[in-house]
C-alpha cells in the first residue's frame, strides 16, 4: 500500500506529470534555469514541490504556468499525470499533457 507523500523533488514530479522524457532531462531543465518555484529560479533538481506550489516552465521553446495539484506516486498513463496540475494559463481547465519535449 503507498502513502500520500506531501513534497516530491522537483525533478521527479516533472517526470511523474509527463513535462519531461526522462528524470535526467528533468533535472537538466531545472539546473538550466528553465523552471521556477513560486517566481523564484530555480537551480537544484533536489528543491521539494507539492500541492499549491506553482511552477513557471520553459520546455521545448513554449513557457508554461502550472499549479501543482497532487505530487503523485508513479509516472502512470497521460490522463493520470494531468490530474497532477492545473494548467493555469488555459482557464484552469485540466488538459492532458503534449509530448514531452527532449531539447532545453
Given at each position: 500500500?503507498?502513502?500520500?507523500v506531501?513534497?516530491?523533488?522537483?525533478?521527479k514530479?516533472?517526470w511523474q506529470?509527463?513535462?519531461?522524457?526522462t528524470r535526467?532531462?528533468?533535472?537538466?531543465?531545472?539546473?538550466?534555469?528553465?523552471?521556477?518555484?513560486?517566481?523564484?529560479?530555480?537551480?537544484?533538481?533536489g528543491?521539494?514541490?507539492?500541492?499549491?506550489?506553482?511552477?513557471t516552465?520553459?520546455?521545448?521553446?513554449?513557457m508554461r504556468?502550472?499549479?501543482?495539484?497532487?505530487?503523485?506516486?508513479?509516472?502512470g498513463?497521460?490522463?493520470?499525470?494531468?490530474?497532477l496540475?492545473l494548467?493555469?494559463?488555459?482557464?484552469?481547465v485540466?488538459?492532458?499533457?503534449?509530448?514531452?519535449?527532449?531539447t532545453?
Amino acid at each position: 500500500m503507498t502513502e500520500a507523500v506531501d513534497r516530491i523533488r522537483i525533478d521527479k514530479w516533472l517526470w511523474q506529470a509527463r513535462f519531461c522524457k526522462t528524470r535526467a532531462l528533468a533535472a537538466e531543465a531545472v539546473s538550466g534555469g528553465k523552471v521556477r518555484l513560486n517566481g523564484a529560479r530555480l537551480e537544484k533538481p533536489g528543491r521539494a514541490v507539492g500541492a499549491g506550489d506553482v511552477l513557471t516552465l520553459t520546455i521545448g521553446g513554449r513557457m508554461r504556468l502550472i499549479r501543482v495539484l497532487d505530487c503523485g506516486t508513479r509516472r502512470g498513463p497521460a490522463f493520470e499525470a494531468a490530474t497532477l496540475y492545473l494548467d493555469l494559463e488555459a482557464g484552469g481547465v485540466p488538459q492532458a499533457p503534449e509530448a514531452p519535449e527532449q531539447t532545453f
